[in-house]
């Protein structure tokens, strides 16, 4: 259909005439015509229209129409060739090398020429069969990566488009080439003696080892062509950098000296000289030769044969360590399994027995989603140990958050205060006034995302109430921000949180989404924590570094053998109302590592903020036979080890299974050790040092009882961490991606058909597109948060160690919602490759997510209105909704210039006099001095 074909029209008497034109279907001409008396030679015109039905095709003399049927034929058009993979597609400068085209529809192409796009040079093809032409690689004069070109029938190749347009004289490049050569410098040879002059006897056999200096040109015996003046030389065997060149027949030659030549292509190396000499003296070298190699085999044998027996020892002791190591990791994961899950139905029953999942309330979830950086800063000081007026027992949080507490004005404020913000409040309900104020703050260069987000919580915050005003502002601002993307890169959208809108769909999630993930999420996701829990806990964990013998993450990997075994001690808690309970410890474990596990094991019921930290109990060993003792981290007792103070542990004070121990709160704070992560690594150690692999050349032989292996022969323990934690990470996976009695979330379905439906009214059919905006609304944008972040929904304690290992999780849920397919190879990051083989099942149960969730009946405006309604009116005066909007008036003034002149420029709001209420507001606000009790 392209064109190009040369065709020959016969008949009588064609030369006749000063005018001929050859009509295709009466509206194309035929070109390139060449006649005779008998011929008429020409080169047919692409076709018109895609179809393959016949064309007429006739012959116009001297500008007369073609009259009856009879001066016609019909031509018939078929489909474009297709070209599918060129190899190789790699050639030397000097060109030559024979590039191999498949694809199919070649039975149509009467002439190929391959061409260089960014110069002149080029070459024929020659057509093998209808799937196959070979063409030879053109020359070129830079070694890197070129665009090539195909011109079949002298029209140029542009793919799978319906018409191949330009030929070899049009000088467009502003095309885009489908192929691509990379050109290297052409092969370097020698002689592997690296002489340059061969002395042979003639009538005798010759045998050449050439070697190839090494490249990337993956070069085959077939492209080297050896000859030795005008002789040529047999390939044998060839490897990457090196092969045989052998004369079967003798060589003899008048000449005394023969060139020898490699070519490849079109290059030609002259490498050596072959040098005629008389037969007595090749005798007499012959025999010496002999003896020579007669002595180095039979040396050689004996050095291979001991080399061999060494090798076939190492191997089989190789092969055993590997058995014993494959041994091993299964043990440990089958054990690990089975004990994990018996803790964890014991756990599950206690759960179901006690107080339950330690959910936060619904406005402690908000505000540490809405403000996570906020509320960690007012929690720190709640984090940190309390030691006075602290009474026994657990202890009960307080609100720290301002936007949870009541809003308190000092005495002096003026009436009209509350009157400004109440009209401020008003302005804020109106969908026009709050739009522009968003596109007028924005547009401001010093309008910082963090400042975007803070405003996005806040106006989350005040229009809590009104969520079905809300929603629709939200929508609104999305269809500005789709329409932007949309003329830009339409997958972008929604990949991070860097506008006001996005932030609110970010907090419009976490709102409709709270209830399914406390009823549907909350139990998998706190079974995955404590199971994570509880499998780092069951090896040795480093206080210091807070690497462990079981985690997900490499980077807190403890990559020594720490030998290790489990004690169960007996515990009594003073003050704390319950039995002595057996608790499970590490010998390896310091002193606060136990206090952690005993808190465990007592207060296990409890949300954690009602837990006493280990820095607030003492622990009291009671030794058979002897007086208790309170035990501590460093203590007179400690060792040094390389410069450094070696923490206390279990096996230090040589305490024995079955020990007995009370623990009691301290009475008031003493000079303790704090917590032990934040102890200086340049004084204390307690398993490993945290530059270990660094120090471990320069340790002396007093420490040669620790055996180092290799660090990465530990890598093996991920697995046996991942495959303990299988089970419960995909109980997660399934509650995330799963639709409870076949209806999903409103928020979800209601959020996903918005998607589509602007996808639609812009023209948007790619399915990957829309795959990537729901992906980065839902998953990416809540579930990888919450994973992320648990203790924004649990009342938990998340160790830095936990967060690694979750992060690991994060990532394995992102690549499941990824469309692109991973590129792993052994140099990829761990934390990708220990879920490699579980990632194509995620996707499809992603998919199957997407699908099932579009092909449901979509919802209402008046139903999604009234579950939106639902959800104020269930957590109402929950949110300080005053100091919200002072803080949003705060911004309002900052830019009081530049949102009056939006709301001047906008037809509508200019209408409804809305930039003079706006005025009105600050009047009132700014004629008052006040002060609030507390700051956001």
């Known amino acids: 259909r392209a064109g190009g074909t040369k065709v020959v029209l016969t008949g009588e008497n064609l030369n ?9 279907n009466g509206t194309q001409e035929c070109t390139d015509l060449v006649r005779s008396e008998k011929n008429i030679k020409c080169t047919m015109p692409a076709a018109k229209y895609p179809k393959t039905e016949g064309v007429e095709v006739c012959v116009e003399f001297e500008e007369m129409p073609c009259q009856a049927s009879h001066s016609s034929v019909l031509y018939t058009y078929e489909k474009n060739p297709v070209l599918s993979e060129i190899k190789p597609q790699k050639s030397y400068l000097s060109g030559g090398r024979i590039i191999t085209v498949t694809g199919q529809g070649f039975d149509l192409v009467q002439n190929v020429y391959m061409k260089i796009k960014e110069s002149s040079r080029g070459a024929l093809c020659a057509v093998l069969s209808p799937t196959i032409f070979t063409c030879p690689s053109p020359q070129a004069f830079q070694a890197k990566k070129l665009d090539v070109d195909f011109y079949l029938n002298g029209v140029l190749y542009t793919g799978d488009s319906p018409e191949m347009q330009g030929g070899l004289e049009d000088e467009d490049d502003t095309h885009s080439s489908l192929f691509h050569l990379e050109y290297e410098v052409d092969p370097q040879f020698y002689i592997t003696s690296r002489e340059k002059l061969i002395r042979h006897h003639p009538g005798e056999p010759l045998t050449l080892i050439i070697n190839n200096e090494p ?24 490897t990457d950098q090196m092969f045989h060149c052998t004369v079967n027949g003798s060589l003899s030659s008048n000449e005394r000296e023969l060139l020898v030549t490699v070519q490849v292509g079109n290059f030609q190396q002259v490498i050596a000289k072959v040098q005629m000499r008389g037969s007595e003296l090749a005798i007499v070298v012959s025999i010496v030769v002999c003896s020579i190699l007669l002595l180095v085999c039979t040396v050689a044998l004996v050095v291979y044969c001991t080399k061999s027996r060494r090798a076939e020892r190492y191997w089989q002791k190789t092969l055993l360590q590997m058995e014993e190591m494959e041994s091993q990791i299964r043990d440990e994961i089958r054990k690990g399994f089975a004990e994990l899950q018996t803790d964890m139905t014991d756990l599950t029953k206690e759960l179901n027995r006690s107080q339950g999942i330690p959910f936060l309330e619904y406005k402690q979830f908000v505000t540490r989603t809405f403000f996570p950086k906020m509320c960690s800063d007012y929690e720190r000081s709640f984090v940190q140990p309390i030691y006075e007026n602290d009474t026994p027992g657990p202890r009960t949080p307080q609100e720290t958050h301002p936007l949870l507490q009541d809003w308190k004005s000092s005495n002096n404020i003026k009436p009209n205060m509350e009157e400004g913000i109440g009209l401020f409040s008003t302005l804020l309900n109106n969908k026009h006034f709050l739009v522009t104020f968003v596109h007028a703050l924005e547009q401001q260069k010093d309008f910082a995302v963090r400042d975007r987000c803070n405003l996005a919580s806040l106006l989350t915050l005040a229009l809590h109430g009104k969520l079905e005003y809300y929603t629709s502002i939200m929508k609104d601002l999305l269809v500005d921000l789709i329409d932007a993307s949309a003329s830009k890169n339409p997958k972008l959208m929604l990949r991070r949180t860097e506008s006001v809108v996005e932030k609110m769909l970010t907090n419009w999630m976490s709102i409709c989404m709270y209830s399914y993930l406390k009823e549907t999420v909350g139990e998998p996701f706190f079974l995955l924590l404590c199971a994570m829990k509880q499998q780092i806990n069951k090896g040795s964990t480093d206080a210091i570094t807070g690497k462990a013998r079981y985690t997900l993450n490499e980077e807190w990997l403890l990559r020594e053998n720490i030998e290790a075994k489990p004690l169960n001690i007996n515990v009594s808690f ?28 007592f207060y296990k019921n409890l949300p954690f903020s009602q837990w006493p930290r280990a820095e607030e109990v003492d622990l009291e060993w009671f030794p058979s036979g002897s007086n208790s003792r309170i035990l501590l981290d460093l203590d007179d007792t400690s060792v040094m080890e390389d410069g450094r103070k070696k923490l206390n542990t279990v096996i230090h004070f040589k305490i024995p299974d079955g020990a007995s121990f009370a623990m009691s709160l301290k009475d008031k704070r003493e000079n303790t050790l704090g917590r032990v992560k934040d102890l200086d690594t340049d004084k204390y150690v307690h398993l490993v040092h945290p530059n270990d692999e660094l120090m471990e050349t320069k340790k002396s032989h007093r420490h040669s009882h620790r055996k180092k292996v290799l660090p990465e022969i530990y890598l093996t ?23 409870p009695q076949d209806r999903p979330p409103f928020a979800v379905k209601y959020f996903f058909d918005f998607l589509e439906e602007q996808a639609d009214k812009r023209g948007i059919s790619d399915p990957d597109t829309l795959h990537i905006w729901k992906t980065n609304s839902l998953p990416l944008r809540f579930w990888v948060n919450i994973l992320k972040n648990p203790q924004f929904v649990f009342d938990i304690d998340k160790s830095d160690h936990m967060d690694a290992c979750l992060s690991v999780i994060a990532q394995a849920f992102i690549d499941a919602c990824s469309i692109s397919d991973l590129q792993l190879g052994k140099d990829s990051p761990t934390n990708k490759l220990l879920y490699a083989k579980e990632i194509p099942e995620y996707k499809k149960t992603v998919q199957r997510y997407y699908q099932q969730i579009q092909e449901m009946m979509p919802l209402s405006e008046q139903e999604m209105n009234a579950h939106l309604a639902e959800e104020s009116r269930k957590y109402r005066n929950e949110f300080n909704t005053n100091l ?48 609030c009790s507390s700051e956001a």
């Not at 490249?215 to 060839?238: A, F, M, Q, W």
């Not at 961490?721 to 991606?737: N, P, S, V």
């Open 16 to 24: 006749v005439g000063s005018r001929v034109r050859v009509k295709v």
């Open 215 to 238: 490249n990337s040109l993956g070069l085959t015996p077939e492209e080297y062509k050896v000859t030795i003046g005008s002789i040529p030389c047999d390939i044998g065997y060839s």
């Open 574 to 601: 003073q003050g704390c109302g319950m039995d002595s309970l057996t608790v499970r410890v590490m010998n390896t474990d310091t002193i606060c590592q136990v206090k952690e596990k005993i808190l465990d094991a």
């Open 717 to 739: 323990r991920l697995l046996s961490t991942k495959g303990t934690l299988q089970k419960f990470l995909d109980d997660l996976f399934q509650a995330i991606l799963s639709i």
């Open 884 to 931: 919200a909007l002072t803080e949003i008036y705060k911004y309002a003034k900052r830019y009081r210039t530049q949102v009056v002149n939006a709301l001047e420029a906008n037809p509508t709001t200019k209408r409804t006099q809305l930039q003079h209420k706006f005025e009105q507001v600050i009047a009132l606000v700014e004629d008052n001095i006040y002060e």
